[in-house]
T-cell receptor, first 114, second 114 residues
């Protein structure tokens, strides 16, 4: 089935460690996104990429990094510089940048910093 | 700053009651508007969308929303809710400017009692 796969589903990390969340899509979508979901905060945009080898910062990019070396993959690294990394992370994609309003979401990755 | 505001953080209704969730945005220019829903334990999915044309749009499961440009609003409605409508609802907006991505409101949790 076509869709977006995020892994791992749950992840625990010690303070000071970097961690990379995987996002893979087989929908042949051009654009991909990372959002962070916190209770009462809704979804906040971290990074997005409209084409391969290009990406833009969202509203809360500090302490995160991404890469887009392949169309189907958009991994997110949560670095030790992120002051409050415990959250639920959602990856999404859309057919093209022109259609960026209609997103398809993965099931999310829950990161807990111990 | 561009933003999306959802007025109700938590709404509690009995089955068969009518529902209206408020959403206002502060974007200028042409916008595309969306409502997404997240049922317990499931991933986010599109409920309905407005791009242009008839400002009253209908979505899945009997939901509808009305775009009122003069009020910068896109309120979600359902005449008679069911227990299965218990979920978190997110309003989202994207402008027609290049290099932007979908911006979400903080969400409204709907609890429907049977």
């Amino acid at each position: 089935d076509g869709g977006i796969t995020q892994s791992p589903k749950y992840l625990f990390r010690k303070e000071g460690q970097n961690v990379t969340l995987s996002c893979e899509q087989n929908l042949n979508h051009d654009a991909m996104y990372w959002y962070r979901q916190d209770p009462g905060q809704g979804l906040r945009l971290i990074y997005y990429s409209q084409i391969v080898n290009d990406f833009q910062k969202g509203d809360i990019a500090e302490g995160y990094s991404v890469s887009r070396e392949k169309k189907e993959s958009f991994p997110l690294t949560v670095t030790s510089a992120q002051k409050n990394p415990t959250a639920f992370y959602l990856c999404a994609s859309s057919i093209s940048p022109a259609n960026t309003g209609e997103l398809f979401f993965g099931e999310g990755s829950r990161l807990t910093v111990l | 700053a561009q933003s999306v505001s959802q007025h109700n953080h938590h709404v509690i209704l009995s089955e068969a009651a009518s529902l209206e969730l408020g959403c206002n945005y502060s974007y200028g220019g042409t916008v595309n508007l969306f409502w997404y829903v997240q049922y317990p334990g499931q991933h986010l999915q599109l409920l309905l969308k407005y791009f242009s044309g008839d400002p009253l749009v209908k979505g899945i499961k009997g939901f509808e929303a009305e775009f009122i440009k003069s009020k910068f609003s896109f309120n979600l409605r359902k005449p008679s809710v069911q227990w299965s409508d218990t979920a978190e609802y997110f309003c989202a907006v994207i402008s027609n400017q290049a290099g932007t991505a979908l911006i979400f409101g903080k969400g409204t949790t709907l609890s429907v009692s049977s």
